[in-house]
């Protein structure tokens, strides 16, 4: 599988399974059969994005509370009948220099054969100046341990060599893909819900919802002036192609993307979070 | 925490991002910037610009009819990525970045998105 997908299917799979909630509306992030506890904890850590306090429980009577964000363990917050935490407890901000004492302090929290519990809640101290952290990629791998690994917890093959993103089922690569905005359009995938070229080599080629891609193509018509000006102004650099991509957040909801390469423009409408993909195929395609 | 500092720790916890200015987009103005990549107030006054055009017309209107109000845009070029946050409760605030093109930008996103809504609620 490529290496690229894992976390979105481990983030789809985490989805799809049904929550255990326990009393007090805890949720059982490993049972006493997980394979790894820990790895259940770090991947809780790791699919939290905003700043929030993660109380993790274990049935041995243990807990900690952790504040997190943006992948990072921020701070300790608090624990419960563990020893060995009085360095972090004291960090006003967790550093490099704390990751084995937190290291530990998982481990023993989330401990084999023993269920694992989590409760989400807003950060309750001040997090100013707490803009570092220690990132859970850092922990995962000191732990030996695949963030996104998905099924079973086994160890990865000798990783390959990553290959080159493949396009959607859905889309037929054709002659004349190899220019850039057909490559930086397949290569998006399903996340470019509809599109279309206008221009240049790939003139008239599309993809996604005709409903969508026929508004796209209205609009295009009469704006592709005020398109061209606006995205030679928007680029700090003159030549070469240039892409912007306006929405709501940028990483949910609705994204529009227009890009222009080779004399053509791409127009098209992203759906969720395309950050991964759109950056990931812009590098690819930009060779 | 003053914007500097709050500016610094977004570079700190993200060293992809080149540059990280607090913006006044009504006055067209880089109000203070952090980061290591060397810049002029040209480059500055120019970035900001850049902002401005990003949340332009015709493609912001197009954005507004089909989903509503863009607050955050991005500009991919070859020499990087400039990711442009404007503030949902100030709209002249906003946050004007140049990144690498490695850089986490769901995480960056979030990072950014949590400093400008501190700054522009002045704590």
């Known amino acids: 599988m490529n290496r690229g997908t894992l976390p979105i299917v481990a983030r789809l799979q985490a989805l799809q399974s049904p929550a255990r909630l326990a009393p007090g509306g805890a949720r059982v992030v490993a049972d006493v059969g997980h394979p790894s506890p820990l790895a259940a904890l770090l991947r809780e850590v790791n699919e939290t994005m905003l700043a929030r306090a993660l109380t993790f429980e274990s049935s041995t009577g243990c807990s900690m509370t952790v504040d997190v964000a943006g992948r990072r363990v921020l701070r300790l917050a608090g624990v419960t009948g563990l020893s060995g935490a009085e360095t972090c407890l004291a960090a006003p901000s967790l550093e490099d220099e704390h990751k084995d004492e937190l290291i530990k302090l998982f481990q023993t929290v989330a401990a084999p054969r023993h269920e694992l519990r989590v409760m989400s809640g807003p950060v309750r101290h001040d997090t100013d100046g707490l803009s570092v952290g220690i990132p859970v990629a850092l922990l995962a791998d000191l732990c030996l341990i695949e963030l996104n690994e998905f099924g079973e917890a086994e160890p990865e093959p000798q990783p390959e060599p990553e290959p080159a993103p493949a396009p959607a089922e859905d889309l037929v690569l054709e002659a004349g893909d190899e220019g850039f905005l057909p490559a930086l359009a397949l290569r998006m995938g399903p996340a470019l819900a509809a599109w279309l070229i206008v221009g240049g080599s790939a003139d008239g080629r599309t993809g996604g919802a005709e409903e969508m891609v026929a508004h796209l193509s209205g609009w295009l018509e009469d704006e592709a002036e005020g398109v061209s000006r606006q995205l030679d102004m928007a680029s700090l650099v003159s030549a070469g192609p240039v892409c912007i991509v306006l929405g709501a957040t940028l990483v949910d909801g609705h994204s529009i993307l227009c890009a222009r390469a080779d004399g053509g423009i791409l127009l098209g409408v992203i759906e969720g979070d395309a950050s991964h993909s759109l950056l990931k195929a812009w590098n690819a395609a930009r060779g | ?123």
């Open chain 2, 1 to 123: 925490m003053s914007v500097s500092e709050l500016l610094g720790g977004v570079v700190k916890a993200y060293p992809q991002a080149r540059v990280v200015a607090f913006a006044d987009l009504s006055s067209r103005m880089i109000l203070a910037s952090q980061g290591n990549q060397v810049v002029t107030q040209e480059n500055l006054d120019a970035l900001c610009e850049q902002a401005r055009t990003s949340f332009d017309d015709p493609l912001f209107s197009l954005s507004v009819e089909a989903f509503g109000e863009p607050h955050a845009a991005m500009v991919l070029a070859l020499d990087g990525v400039q990711v442009y946050l404007r503030s949902e409760t100030e709209p002249g605030d906003a946050l004007v970045c140049i990144c690498d093109h490695s850089i986490d930008l769901a995480g960056f996103v979030a990072k950014i998105r949590e400093t400008l809504e501190k700054i522009s609620a002045g704590t």
